[in-house]
């Protein structure tokens, strides 16, 4: 195991610390003041701060940072871009597994087609209401297929406030705790060679197309969006990154061949490509 991974896998440890000493505390009526409870919690997060500047700082850090990596777009269509590195980094507000350049993308096929956010009602949404869900995405260049984990349902979308704080301060810190493939959801990886992998996440329940060792050709469908881990609405994650493992790798910057990299909010067409035979 690396140390890396040891350093996650002890975040990870510390947090359910954090829990079992609250319940502890409040169940066994212990004399210690409670805000001592929130050491193992405060350790976790200053362990994860250091593990993410390791190797001469963070991934975006201008003394570190790769130069963009240039591939195909991973849809066709209609799409709108959220949460991109464009705007900020890191993207997702961390740079915890490998997403310092990650990209949400949410199929617009036509404007008005999107369910809106409610701040009330419908609580959730199934995911057959959005036009993301079960739409194919796309290998971005000629890789192998080294990592694919299936087998998470497809949950509800969250698109209400309540259920949008449900899923941020309960499910996504239960989630967390439970590992990153709780975080991403069904995923794919591919390594596109030069030490540069990219990673697929929230994909839909047995929809993979392909197993772990295929070669795939830009442009071939891998998979289709679904809503799988911690994921409020049916959606694409994309990143790219330097190991194959989302839970110890680091971000690596991209830009979309025709395309570049979209803001958040901006909405891009990607022509549909010509047929694909596996390689």
């Known amino acids: 195991m690396s140390a890396r991974k040891l350093a996650m896998t002890a975040f990870r440890g510390l947090q359910l610390g954090f829990i079992a000493l609250v319940t502890a505390h409040i169940c066994l009526g212990w004399g210690y ?65 490998g997403q310092t350049y990650a990209i949400d993308v949410v199929a617009e096929p036509e404007p008005g087609a999107r369910p809106a956010f409610s701040p009330l009602w419908p609580l959730a949404r199934r995911p057959t209401d959005f036009p993301a869900f079960d739409v194919p995405f796309r290998a971005v260049a000629d890789a192998t297929v080294v990592r694919v984990s299936d087998g998470q349902r497809d949950h509800l979308g969250r698109t209400s406030l309540p259920g949008l704080l449900y899923l941020m301060l309960v499910e996504g810190s239960v989630r967390e705790m439970g590992g990153v493939h709780r975080i991403i959801g069904n995923h794919l990886v591919l390594d596109l060679g030069d030490g ?82 596996p390689a």
């Open 196 to 277: 540069t992998y990219a990673a697929y996440a929230h994909v839909r329940r047995d929809s993979f197309t392909v197993r772990e060792g295929d070669r795939v050709r830009a442009g071939q469908v891998l998979a289709r969006c679904g809503n799988s881990g911690n994921s409020s609405e049916p959606h694409l994650h994309f990143q790219l990154m330097d190991g194959p493992d989302p839970d110890t790798a680091r971000g690596v910057p991209f830009t979309w061949r025709g395309i570049g990299v979209p803001r958040g909010g901006e909405v891009f067409d990607v022509p549909g490509p010509a047929p694909v035979a």
């Open 33 to 97: 003041p409670i805000l001592w409870s929130l050491l193992p919690l405060l350790l976790a997060y200053v362990l994860i701060t250091v593990v993410n500047r390791w190797g001469g700082g963070a991934p975006d850090h201008p003394r570190v940072a790769r130069a963009p990596v240039e591939v195909e777009p991973p849809v066709t269509g209609r799409w709108s871009a959220l949460n991109s590195p464009a705007d900020r980094t890191p993207s997702h507000g961390v740079h915890a597994y």
